[in-house]
């Protein structure tokens, strides 16, 4: 491995264990055995770093989903069956990705203090909206419309925000995903009676 490699390794370890706040360049040169001139050349800065890094943690929780969601697909039944299967999935992977999650709502909680943080994760988010309605809709990224992307994937998005918030904060008390498909149930049901 080369030094961009182990500064993205080293990244990865120390928002694990420290989290985006706590993680200073000095404990990455540490944990990577490199220098911190090194950051900047490969980088620009730590805090484009602790973004890479947060991605590259981040973008294998996606692909786990969409195995288990491709199987939902294949399956008969209607797409609230493929809804309450994805979600079940996506709950299913909190309690093993549970520093991943935490690292999420670190940037929300701790937004300010993480201003580069936030502005370069902001715009990433356009990109995990994608994702999100690719998992859902079975229509490959490449393909999906904007349209698609700024109503479904920002619903999904909003979703799923909320379940980690539940998730993180009191596992008996979280929305399950029955619940959550059964709300959404009502939900269509009350819209469509009005």
Not at 41 to 62: F, N, R, T
């Given at each position: 491995m080369g030094h961009r490699e182990d500064l993205l390794e080293g990244a990865k370890r120390c928002l694990l264990e420290k989290g985006f706040v706590r993680t200073t360049a000095r404990d990455i040169v540490k944990e990577s055995g490199t220098n911190?001139?090194?950051?900047?050349?490969?980088?620009?800065?730590?805090?484009?770093?602790?973004?890479?890094?947060?991605?590259?943690?981040?973008?294998?929780?996606?692909e786990g989903f969409e195995g288990a969601v491709g199987a939902a697909r294949g399956a008969e039944g209607s797409g609230i069956e493929r809804f309450q299967e994805t979600w079940a999935n996506v709950i299913r992977s909190i309690p093993e990705s549970r520093a991943i999650w935490m690292l999420s709502l670190e940037v929300v909680t701790q937004g300010e203090r993480l201003a580069e943080i936030r502005e370069l994760l902001a715009k990433a988010q356009v990109e995990g909206r994608r994702g999100l309605a690719a998992m859902f809709t079975g229509i490959p990224e490449a393909d999906l419309s904007e349209d698609v992307v700024e109503t479904e994937g920002r619903f999904y998005t909003t979703l799923l925000n909320g379940l980690m918030v539940q998730w993180l904060f009191d596992e008996e008390s979280a929305t399950g995903a029955e619940q959550l498909t059964e709300g959404l149930r009502r939900v269509m049901e009350r819209v469509s009676g009005d």
């Open positions: 911190l001139a090194s950051i900047g050349y490969h980088y620009g800065s730590k805090d484009a770093l602790l973004v890479e890094a947060y991605v590259a943690l981040i973008e294998p929780m996606g």
